[in-house]
């Protein structure tokens, strides 16, 4: 098993642009779209991928603290904020261990946002780590 990344998955009744304004430059939108008269946007950071979850985490957390009033107002708006740690399992390695520390943990909470964790079935390609 190894650490992918952490996706920001953010869901509202209203529009996500100045939210998503606000983190361009820091960020990539994965998938942006309308459905059942709500806004649903993926996040990923941008830049070489990090080593654990709780430094990308921390990296994202730091992105949101950090909002315009205009992104703010759109992130307080979304009834839905999570982030998710990705993990990919492999059949080689059988344990892995992903620390988040207090502090995180707490200013995750503080943004109001969830945090998840998906672990994804081995690939052919996941076993060679």
Known sequence: MYFM?????????????????????????????VADG????????????RDNAESALAQFVSIVENIDTIGRAAWE??????????IQSSARKHQLVERISVAT??????????????VYEPSQDAGMR
């Open 5 to 33: 990344n952490v996706d920001l998955e953010v869901v509202s009744e209203f529009a996500l642009d100045g939210f998503l304004n606000s983190i361009k430059g820091s960020t990539y939108v994965l998938h942006s779209t």
């Open 105 to 118: 943990l707490g200013r995750v909470a503080a943004l109001g946002a969830e945090l998840h964790i998906t």
């Open 77 to 86: 708006g979304a009834h839905t904020k999570v982030f998710d740690i990705g």
């Open 38 to 49: 709500r806004y649903l946007a993926t996040i990923e950071l941008l830049g070489p991928m």
